[in-house]
């Protein structure tokens, strides 16, 4: 069983940074994967990127967020990572984290042990 908890929301300032952090316990099969995804009022749940569980960290991004979003990985912490710079209204949201069995799953119904979320609000 896989436990994930997120954290690191609150409010930014439009053009700012933050960064969330998704600490995993339990037992992550190692060829799996962890997503980021968000969620905005009234919308579906919205796959940004995924990093391998163990070796290499590999990355994958959806498009859309390409050059703003950053994922990373801690391994000694079991702890991914997603720095967003350049802060947007639109990037309000609350963003969860999943874990996959794969690097390329992109659609949230691959995903499961979703966290409780963490609410990120940009006011300018």
């Known amino acids: 069983q896989v436990q994930l908890v997120e954290s690191g929301g609150g409010l930014v300032q439009v053009g700012g940074s933050v960064r969330l952090s998704c600490a995993a316990s339990?037992?992550?099969?190692?060829?799996?994967?962890l997503g980021w995804f968000r969620q905005a009022p009234g919308k579906e749940r919205e796959w940004i990127g995924t990093?391998?569980?163990?070796?290499?960290?590999?990355?994958n991004y959806a498009d859309s967020v390409k050059g703003r979003f950053t994922i990373s990985r801690d391994s000694a912490k079991r702890t991914i990572y997603l720095d967003i710079n350049g802060l947007k209204p639109e990037d309000t949201a609350v963003y969860y984290c999943?874990?996959?069995?794969?690097?390329?799953?992109?659609?949230?119904?691959?995903?499961?042990?979703w966290g409780q979320g963490t609410q990120v609000t940009v006011f300018s």
């Open positions: 999943g874990n996959a069995p794969s690097l390329w799953a992109v659609s949230a119904r691959e995903y499961h042990s």
């Open positions: 339990g037992r992550v099969i190692s060829s799996s994967a």
């Open positions: 990093i391998r569980w163990s070796g290499a960290p590999t990355t």
